[in-house]
């Protein structure tokens, strides 16, 4: 598929013929074997598999946070190879929102002024209608004026999905956001991520280790050897956890 064709397609994020490889010699790792994968807009994945097969380096190429050695990736109909490091700079401020493990708020400024960080950054003014929806969907109306230590760490990680949610980017990726949470929380958060897939549209990308965490995604990848090599629609924590079993063999 040519990069024209993968554009036109309904792909929030498609990448073909992905590599990338770490270090030289004896200290060589592919952790990226010609990668072929197309996320569908407004579908939750989880990205799982064994330690050191590829997951975070997949998601940080796919994000743009790490240089893929070749192939390309497609977001909003553009090349992320292509782009120059002002163009990605761009793109990944407003076409992709991220979701991490350590909430990465900014201490010093409310609930409020995190959330409409990244478009005040971008010089952008919020639609208010969407920032009362993502607000309500999320259930942080009263605690907006709260700087992050005053709040729960569920209560910080659902700013954080607010933030990631107000741009209305392509796509959110997600790197164990639940990480941090005890299970009641994380599975309170996973449940509003999901909901954001099915009612706000959104397109979620998230690695995760946990089969619990996983069960909320509408599909999961697995990944093995710096592939992918099987997927699961519909998991839930006993189909998760006996095809993660099955890799390990
Ligand atoms: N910066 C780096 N320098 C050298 N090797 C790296 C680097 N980052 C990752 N690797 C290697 O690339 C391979 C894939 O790593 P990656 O972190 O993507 O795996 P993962 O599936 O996310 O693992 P984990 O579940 O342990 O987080 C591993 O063999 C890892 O050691």
Avoid at 18 to 35: I, M, N, P, Q, S
Avoid at 77 to 95: A, F, H, I, V
Avoid at 178 to 206: C, F, H, K, P, W
Avoid at 209 to 230: F, N, R
Wanted: proline share 3%; charged share 20%.
């Amino acid at each position: 598929m040519t990069s024209e064709t993968l554009s036109k397609t309904e792909y929030a994020v498609a990448a073909r013929g992905l590599t990338k490889t770490y270090g030289h010699g004896t200290t060589r790792v592919e952790a990226l074997r010609d990668v072929n994968v197309s996320f569908e807009r407004s579908r939750f994945t989880a990205i799982m598999g064994p330690s050191g097969s590829g997951k975070s380096t997949l998601m940080h190429c796919l994000a743009g946070l790490d240089s893929a050695d070749s192939g390309e990736i497609i977001i909003g109909g553009k090349n992320l190879l292509d782009l120059s490091d002002d163009q990605l700079t761009e793109m990944r401020r407003e076409q992709i929102g991220f979701v991490f493990q350590s909430f990465n708020l900014v201490p010093t400024i409310s609930a409020k002024d995190n959330i409409l960080l990244p478009m005040s950054l971008a010089g952008k003014k919020h639609d208010r209608n969407w920032f009362n929806t993502v607000i309500d969907a999320l259930g942080l109306g009263d605690r907006l004026n709260h700087k992050p230590h005053e709040l729960s760490g569920g209560q910080q990680q659902r700013v954080a999905v607010a933030r990631a949610l107000l741009t209305r980017p392509e796509v959110v990726f997600g790197d164990e956001p639940t990480g941090n949470l005890d299970s009641r929380t994380g599975a309170e958060v996973l449940s509003l991520m999901r909901t954001s897939t099915r009612e706000m549209g959104q397109t979620i990308i998230m690695v995760t280790h946990d089969p619990v965490a996983a069960s909320y995604a509408d599909t999961v990848l697995l990944m093995k050897d710096g592939i992918i090599v099987g997927s699961i629609q519909e998991p839930t924590v006993a189909t998760v956890t006996e095809a993660l079993a099955s890799l390990a063999e």
